[in-house]
């Protein structure tokens, strides 16, 4: 199934991507022990990023960019190399679902792709996730604190 619009009903078809009870162990597990994340923040992180995997899947919103949880529960997701392979197979029917970071280096690249010569806005995406799951199934605060409160607080 992919997303679908009905204009007369307004109603959208979501393919959610679920991660596996294995995957959630993991990342959990990684999240505690190397970001330094309690339970219930890594917990909140992953629902959080199986989220930003369905707005990836679901849309053609190619300015996705994670909040700084998120990013961080993703990059733990990929150094699990044969883990992550089955994942992207699986939701994105592709060998690797790539992450390109922003850096000084491939603003050419963010201009090419995006038509915007900066990172992509995480309030944008943000709001896209709110749009497609609703506001009271969003963690506010995975998405919109910023680096250095996080890093206060890890």
């Known amino acids: 199934?992919?997303?679908?619009?009905?204009?007369?009903?307004?109603?959208?078809?979501?393919?959610?991507?679920?991660?596996?009870?294995?995957?959630?162990?993991?990342?959990?597990?990684?999240?505690q022990n190397k970001e330094h994340m309690n339970r219930e923040d890594a917990l909140n992180t992953i629902a959080e990023l199986e989220h930003f995997y369905s707005v990836l899947k679901n849309t053609n919103l190619e300015m996705s960019v994670p909040s700084p949880m998120v990013d961080k529960a993703w990059h733990q997701h990929i150094l699990n190399t044969k883990m992550y392979n089955i994942f992207s197979r699986q939701h994105f029917g592709l060998e690797i679902l790539h992450h390109l970071p922003f850096w000084s280096g491939n603003t050419g690249n963010m201009e090419d792709i995006w038509g915007v010569d900066g990172e992509p806005s995480l309030l944008d995406m943000y709001n896209a996730i709110v749009v497609m799951f609703g506001f009271e199934n969003v963690n506010k605060t995975v998405w919109l604190m910023d680096e250095d409160d996080l890093n206060r607080f890890l």
């Open 1 to 31: 199934m992919t997303i679908a619009h009905d204009e007369l009903s307004s109603t959208l078809m979501l393919n959610e991507v679920q991660l596996s009870n294995t995957e959630i162990l993991y990342l959990a597990e990684c999240l």
